[in-house]
Structure formats: structure tokens, C-alpha cells
């Protein structure tokens, strides 16, 4: 089946520093791509729609200048967050979809990345 | 967006089928119903979706009404493995390859020995 890979699946950082967070797709091609975050005892909430070869789309509220994303190639997206405070401490998971175009194939999901700012 | 419904919790005893309702009153008719499950501190795993016949696979079955406007979600013999939370999306549609998934709260399930 399908594999998302994210790299690191834990870090710990300083206030102030920025921490990249790598999602590939292994077996097959993603042109789009989804970053999501979750904060304890809560649902996963979507935060951008990453797109292979163009500017991301984010969601209400979420800061673009923040979350840096880049999807340089069909098999890799990465989300850079700048300036990390403690407040952006949480668990960030993307995920993928084989395929392009209207669809029904299913998204599959990395195993998350849980961030910790020190 | 078509908006989903769930208990916020079930238990279900060990080997017994555990049965998980949705409610999605809104959805349109060329939604599909999806369903995800969520081990602590793991990523979402994809279960099974749907659009208007009932379907089953190795993990579980779905069953859908005809109106659509609600589903259940079976796994025919709960283990304790199985204990998760278990997301009911229906998937937001604009097209292309921009059709994205929300997350609701979802059903925690406790499997019980």
C-alpha cells in the first residue's frame, strides 16, 4: 500500500530557532499534499494545501510567513516553522494522495512529527 | 462543507463487532463518506470510504443508507488493538486535486478485554 514517510517523528528546539519537517510520499507520486496539526486531546486541523510546483493554499488563520511550505518534486513536501515559540509546540502530520484530478482514491498519512519548543 | 456527527465514545467488548454510527444529514450526492481511525500518537490510518452501496475490506465494513444521510462503520471482531479514535469525514469537494479532508471530533472506542 501506499507509504508517507516524515522525518524527524520528534524534535525539540529553542524559542526563537526554526524547525523543517520533511514528508515524502515512498511508493508513489503526490501532487498535492496536506499539512496538519494537532494540539493534545483535540481532532487534527487542517492547516495547508501543499502544491507541487506552486504556491501552498492555507487555511483561515494560519500564518504563511510562519509555516514555510515547499513541494519541490511529486514526492516531497516540507514544512518549515519559523521562529518557533512554545505555543507552536504540537503533533504535525501530512499526508497524500496518490493520483491527480477528481478522484476517490484515500489520503494516507504520515506517522506525525511531534514538535516540542523550548 | 457537509458537516459529520459522532458519539463522542463507545466501548465494545473484545471479539464482539463494534458498531460506529455517523450521522451526515447534509451530505451531497457526490460526497463520499470516509472513515480513518487514529492510534495514540500515530497518524490517521485509512479504513474504508463510500459513496452510496455499503462495502467491506479486510479492516471493516460500511454501511450506508439509502437516503445517505447516515452510515455505520463495523469491525466484525474488535481486539484490543482496534482501540482508537475513528474520524468520519465526508470529503470537501472543489474539484480537481484540491478536494481536502476535514477532521471532526470523532468516536473514541475502548475495546474492553
Known amino acids: 500500500g501506499a507509504v508517507v514517510s516524515q522525518h524527524p517523528s520528534r524534535v525539540i528546539c529553542k524559542s526563537g530557532t526554526s524547525v523543517k519537517i520533511e514528508c515524502r510520499s515512498l511508493?508513489?507520486?503526490?501532487?498535492?499534499m496536506f499539512w496538519y496539526r494537532q494540539f493534545p486531546k483535540q481532532s487534527l486541523m487542517l492547516m495547508a494545501t501543499s502544491n507541487e510546483g506552486s504556491k501552498a493554499t492555507y487555511e483561515q488563520g494560519v500564518e504563511k510567513d510562519k509555516f514555510l511550505i515547499n513541494h519541490a518534486s511529486l514526492t516531497l513536501s516540507t514544512l518549515t516553522v519559523t521562529s518557533a515559540h512554545p505555543e507552536d509546540s504540537s503533533f504535525y502530520i501530512c499526508?497524500?494522495?496518490?493520483?491527480?484530478?477528481?478522484?476517490?482514491?484515500?489520503?494516507?498519512f504520515g506517522n506525525g512529527t511531534r514538535l516540542t519548543v523550548t | 462543507d457537509a458537516k459529520t456527527t459522532q458519539p463522542p465514545s463507545m466501548d465494545c467488548a473484545e471479539g464482539r463487532a463494534a458498531n460506529l454510527p455517523c450521522n451526515h444529514s447534509t451530505i451531497s450526492g457526490n460526497e463520499y463518506v470516509y472513515w480513518y481511525r487514529q492510534i495514540h500518537s500515530q497518524g490517521p490510518q485509512y479504513i474504508i470510504h463510500g459513496l452510496k452501496n455499503n462495502e467491506t475490506n479486510e479492516m471493516a465494513s460500511l454501511i450506508i443508507t439509502e437516503d445517505r444521510k447516515s452510515s455505520t462503520l463495523i469491525l466484525p471482531h474488535a481486539t484490543l488493538r482496534d482501540t482508537a479514535v475513528y474520524y468520519c469525514?465526508?470529503?470537501?469537494?472543489?474539484?480537481?486535486?484540491?478536494?481536502?479532508?476535514?477532521f471532526g471530533t470523532g468516536t473514541l472506542l475502548a475495546v474492553q478485554p
Open positions: 499526508s497524500a494522495r496518490e493520483g491527480t484530478g477528481w478522484n476517490n482514491s484515500p489520503l494516507h
Open positions: 511508493d508513489f507520486q503526490a501532487t498535492t
Open positions: 469525514i465526508v470529503r470537501v469537494a472543489y474539484g480537481g486535486a484540491t478536494n481536502k479532508l476535514i
